[in-house]
């Protein structure tokens, strides 16, 4: 959507709010589907996913550019890959709540966060599917399955960059004080998403390399007291964004797969006591 929007990216990181958009449900959770409530990130999402937000991504649609969004089908196991940008074309209240749902789902971490319920219409028929985090499916979406397979149709990309941004570290760090139930599933699942990333990483490299493209990656330094996902307070969302940003201006932001290599080395190496 362009640099005018830089303004909007940092207020969503780094705002006061983001510090109680993720709560506690407390004795409640016992009851509930999640250990935490959403409402407050859904209202965050709705202030941002303004109409005029949707045209822009309509109009960048039409243009042929491709914002695609993955969930997962709780009811099928499936990974969901959703074109937002044909969403947005749809225009109307309907296709707003349909974007806005999709973008709750995909960060719904099973058990930490409620399942989104997403209405959809097929053959006729409408009914309701449960989505979360396209992460319990797929670490990254890179390129579908059957054309990392030798679709001939994936040769058109030979000499490509690709990019992936992994929002976490990829080495395993020790937990922050004592694990109790409310911090054992989402310690858990980061650490089950640090390792598939890595393997999807291992079969991504070979994926590139053997198409002739450039792999660019990036994720957060070991160096950086990263305290997990879910640790929103300002000062922490501050602090990781401007570490982003510092790396990015000297031109650090972009590793190689040697790179991801010799820290994973390093960070096998520390792990041994």
Request: no cysteine; aromatic share 8%.
């Amino acid at each position: 959507m362009g640099r005018d929007r830089d303004a909007a990216i940092t207020e969503i990181y780094t705002a006061p709010q983001t510090s109680n958009l993720v709560v506690r449900r407390g004795f409640g959770a016992l009851f509930q589907t999640s250990l935490y409530r959403t409402d407050r990130f859904i209202q965050w999402i709705d202030k941002h996913v303004t109409p005029q937000f949707m045209d822009a991504i309509a109009r960048e649609s039409r243009k042929g550019r491709l914002l695609l969004v993955a969930t997962t089908n709780i009811d099928t196991g499936a990974s969901t890959i959703w074109n937002m940008g044909l969403i947005a074309e749809q225009g109307g209240p309907s296709a707003r709540q349909l974007f806005m749902d999709v973008l709750v789902a995909s960060s719904s971490i099973p058990a930490v966060f409620p399942p989104k319920l997403i209405d959809v219409e097929s053959g006729g028929r409408h009914f309701q599917e449960m989505h979360v985090d396209g992460g319990v499916a797929v670490p990254f979406f890179v390129v579908p399955a059957n054309m990392s397979l030798g679709d001939d149709t994936i040769r058109r990309l030979r000499g490509a960059n690709l990019y992936v941004i992994l929002n976490s570290q990829i080495g395993i760090g020790p937990a922050n004080g004592a694990l109790k139930t409310t911090s054992i599933i989402p310690r858990s699942f980061e650490i089950d998403q640090v390792y598939r990333a890595r393997q999807n990483i291992a079969l991504t490299a070979y994926f590139a390399t053997r198409n002739e493209m450039a792999l660019h990656l990036t994720w957060i330094p070991p160096s950086y007291p990263y305290q997990g996902s879910l640790e929103m307070g300002q000062a922490t969302m501050q602090s990781l964004f401007d570490v982003g940003v510092s790396l990015a201006a000297s031109g650090q932001a972009w590793q190689s797969a040697d790179d991801l290599a010799a820290e994973l080395g390093r960070a096998e190496v520390a792990a041994v006591p």
